[in-house]
T-cell receptor, first 111, second 110 residues
């Protein structure tokens, strides 16, 4: 059974820092990987999607990487801002198009 | 183009009551999903559908039923609500490799 672990569970950093969120998975037979952002009391916003054949994707200050051999993905946020404060969820899609989520990393960027 | 909408946004039920959550999408997607999210956890799949008239069980299906009579709608039913079903429920739709999420329904069972 695919299990997804996100470390750390919570993170507090001062504004301007570069930071890395980690996601690990147990089964390398994934279809793709997605990183989502969730604001308190809100739904999910898709940030980046990496197909299984890709190694990374970039959007603005965000960069996500995928290493299937080691069972890891990272989300890199450059020059963090208070507006980046949210919960970040990673999710893997299996071959039957079902998403398996991690429990998230709660990020606080202090002004 | 409204995307994925969910009705209602909030609901409080008493133990043993029943209700139906409605998910609607206007993107002509084949796949639709119902998830639940509990505090401090990620989303867990309850049921899903790969097309009109089809449904399948996800990770946590017990206590829920679903129906997909029309392609654009996916209904989630609770026949006899229990406090353990207090959660936030998210619906999603997609073609294959990407899912689009609704805003969620916050359900409290007392």
């Amino acid at each position: 059974k695919q299990e997804v672990t996100q470390i750390p569970a919570a993170l507090s950093v001062p504004e301007g820092e570069n930071l890395v969120l980690n996601c690990s998975f147990t089964d390398s037979a994934i279809y793709n990987l997605q990183w989502f952002r969730q604001d308190p009391g809100k739904g999910l916003t898709s940030l980046l999607l990496i197909q299984s054949s890709q190694r990374e994707q970039t959007s603005g200050r965000l960069n996500a990487s995928l290493d299937k051999s080691s069972g890891r993905s990272t989300l890199y946020i450059a020059a963090s801002q208070p507006g980046d404060s949210a919960t970040y969820l990673c999710a893997f899609m299996d071959s039957s198009y079902k998403l398996i989520f991690g429990s998230g990393t709660r990020l606080l960027v202090r002004p | 183009n409204a995307g994925v909408t969910q009705t209602p946004k909030f609901r409080v039920l008493k133990t043993g009551q029943s209700m139906t959550l409605l998910c609607a999408q206007d993107m002509n997607h084949e796949y639709m999903y119902w998830y639940r999210q509990d505090p401090g956890m990620g989303l867990r799949l309850i049921h899903y559908s790969v097309g009109e008239g089809t449904t399948a069980k996800g990770e946590v299906p017990d206590g829920y039923n679903v129906s997909r009579l029309k392609k654009q709608n996916f209904l989630l039913g609770l026949e006899s609500a229990a406090p353990s079903q207090t959660s936030v429920y998210f619906c999603a739709s997609g073609r294959d490799y990407e899912q689009y999420f609704g805003p969620g329904t916050r359900l409290t069972v007392t």
